[in-house]
Structure formats: structure tokens, C-alpha cells
Nanobody, 123 residues
Framework: QVQLLESGGGLVQAGGSLRLSCAAS????????MGWFRQAPGKEREFVAA????????DYADSVKGRFTISRDNAKMTVSLQMNSLKPEDTAVYYCNQVSFFNGAWNAINDYWGQGTQVTVSS
């Protein structure tokens, strides 16, 4: 199993930047990609970005492409999300999880979600 801890959220003005981090620990088997998801009040959790663990290939939701950058450090077992040009609609709780691409989308391989980290963007 793997435990995930998100951090780096906060309150920022529109147009500003934040960098989120996801630290992994524990025991895990297999080579899974990592992804970021977010959930705003009254909305379903949605995919934000993904990165493969070995090759570093990335994929982004259209809503964040060009503004967000996902990266990973395998040695440190961390995944980051650099968020630039933030908009109020980016306000949400952000979660990370192991993901796999199937049925035309990136999906968490389990339903074990951490606390997430709150991102609030003011206008």
C-alpha cells in the first residue's frame, strides 16, 4: 500500500501561483502513473493532470493546460503541481493518487484519498 500526503495549498490572488506537493510513503507494487484531481464545492472530483512514473510523460485537463505543470522526483517519491495564472475557478481541494489510463480517462487505481490540500483563488 501507499500513503499520500498533499501540501502546498493556500489562499492566492487571481493571476498568482502556487506549487503543490504530494509525498508518497509506504509499500507499493507495480509502476503506476501519478495524478492530481480536484473537487470544488458542489461539484464532482475531476482530473487535473497526470505523469507516468518511468518516462515522465504528462497529460492535462484542457482547463489547466498551459497554466499548470506536473512533475515528479522518483528518488524523493514526490509529485508536484506548479500552478500559474490561477483563476477563481481553480478553487478546490486538490488530491493526488496513483492513476491508470483506461476507458479513455485517467482514473485512480483505488478509492483511498488523502486529506487533500485547499487552494483558494480570490478575484
Amino acid at each position: 500500500q501507499v500513503q499520500l500526503l498533499e501540501s502546498g495549498g493556500g489562499l492566492v490572488q487571481a493571476g498568482g501561483s502556487l506549487r503543490l506537493s504530494c509525498a508518497a510513503s509506504g509499500r507499493t507494487f507495480g509502476a503506476y502513473a501519478m495524478g492530481w484531481f480536484r473537487q470544488a464545492p458542489g461539484k464532482e472530483r475531476e482530473f487535473v493532470a497526470a505523469i507516468t512514473w518511468n518516462s515522465g510523460s504528462t497529460d492535462y485537463a484542457d482547463s489547466v493546460k498551459g497554466r499548470f505543470t506536473i512533475s515528479r522526483d522518483n528518488a524523493k517519491m514526490t509529485v508536484s503541481l506548479q500552478m500559474n495564472s490561477l483563476k477563481p475557478e481553480d478553487t478546490a481541494v486538490y488530491y493526488c493518487n496513483q492513476v491508470s489510463f483506461f476507458n479513455g480517462a485517467w482514473n485512480a487505481i483505488n478509492d483511498y484519498w488523502g486529506q487533500g490540500t485547499q487552494v483558494t483563488v480570490s478575484s
